[in-house]
């Protein structure tokens, strides 16, 4: 089991969602969940699944049912679910609510079941960034705002100057984003990638021969001059969760915000992407290097190559992919025992 902490007012909130327990009677309508309003995990009840069996498979304890129930509100009886609702649930590691004693149900009759699949949402994935080895195209360079504003954001009106690529066609909306290049040593090797950050976005309202008039409709953060219009890059925010993909031996290159240290539910990248069969809804672990006190590093210790010992890594927090390009992945950190760096491995 895994530790994490329950955050619930940060966007990228960490939710699970399961669904089931005794046997399914159709006496209750299927709870269908909008998963562009909540971000985190969930799971489809099917037929046959209970909150008793549910409870047991995910938890390792056929006792902990009552917490489902109790993290679930609409389930009025727990005797009574119906294939096709959506119910929450969560890390291994997070504690169960305690729910009023309930008497133990008699053992329901095994029934042959699907295996589990939980799913991810993230809400927000359409404005995170990723890493390319190129930069994607370039539709327009914004040229200024209208009344003058250095720093641009939600409702200011911007002039665009477009590219070649293509026309920026009024009433339809794109994105701002500007790139960082990224060349640095990883491992002991050389990574080199284009960030591309995802600033706001955009709705254009007319197109002359010159230039472009568009209204920013939503911002993440500040626009400025110069930075770049493409096109609206539409991810799918519901991710197949895999637990235990197979290791990957990657490392963290950076942060989105590109912070010296990396925190519970930032957003950052590692150096494998889809060329390395990563796959959005895999859920690895961040390992540190653990060295003893007699750290060959260090230069206090005349004797320290005789002491200098290298430790069984730190299992240091866990992240899922939200998003897979050739080279890198864009993750979410979705636990951290300590401060986590560039360069910690990821397995």
């Known amino acids: 089991m895994y530790q994490m902490k329950w955050i619930t007012n940060i966007t990228g909130i960490i939710i699970f969602s399961i669904l089931g327990f005794f046997p399914m009677t159709l006496a209750q309508e299927p709870n269908e969940l909008e998963p562009a309003k909540k971000t985190g ?3 489809t009840i099917q037929k046959g699944d209970t909150l008793w ?13 009552p917490g489902l129930w109790e993290m679930n509100k609409d389930i009025k009886n727990p ?7 959506k119910i929450q649930i969560f890390l291994k ?14 053992e329901p009759v095994k029934v042959e079941t699907p ?15 990723f890493i390319r ?10 040229i200024r705002e209208r009344d003058g504003n250095l720093m641009m954001s939600a409702n200011d009106i911007i002039y665009i100057k477009p590219t070649n690529k293509a026309n920026l066609i009024p009433g339809e909306i794109y994105q701002i984003f500007s790139t960082e290049k990224i060349e640095k040593k990883v491992n002991n090797q050389i990574f080199k990638g284009i960030k591309h950050l995802i600033k706001a976005e955009i709705k254009v309202l007319e197109h002359t021969d010159n230039y472009a008039t568009a209204i920013i409709t939503d911002s993440y953060r500040d626009a400025n001059v110069n930075d770049k219009i493409m096109a609206y890059y539409k991810r799918d925010m519901v991710l197949s969760v895999q637990e235990h993909p197979p290791p990957i031996n990657a490392f963290l290159i950076c942060s989105e915000e590109n912070t010296v240290i990396i925190n519970q539910y930032q957003i950052a990248f590692i150096d494998k992407g889809r060329h ?17 006190a007699f750290d060959a590093t260090s230069s206090n210790w005349p004797i320290k190559e005789q002491y200098d010992t290298l430790l069984a890594p730190l299992n240091s927090g866990k992240l899922i ?3 897979t390009e050739d080279i890198a992945a864009t993750v979410m950190i979705l636990s951290a025992k300590r401060a986590l760096y560039p360069d910690d491995m990821v397995n």
Do not use: C, E
Not at 115 to 129: A, E, L, V
Not at 283 to 291: H, P
């Open 41 to 43: 995990f969930y799971y």
């Open 79 to 85: 005797h009574q679910i119906t294939p096709g609702t």
């Open 53 to 65: 069996d549910l409870s047991q498979k995910f938890y390792n304890s056929q006792w902990d049912w």
């Open 93 to 106: 590691s997070k504690t169960l609510p305690k729910a009023p004693p309930v008497q133990p149900p008699p």
């Open 276 to 292: 390395d069969d990563i796959k959005p809804g895999q859920i690895y672990s961040i390992m540190q290097k653990n060295r003893s």
């Open 115 to 129: 295996p589990i699949s939980p799913s991810f949402t993230y809400q927000n994935i359409n404005r995170t960034g």
């Open 321 to 323: 992919v939200l998003h």
């Open 133 to 142: 080895k190129h930069v994607v195209d370039t539709l327009g360079v914004i």
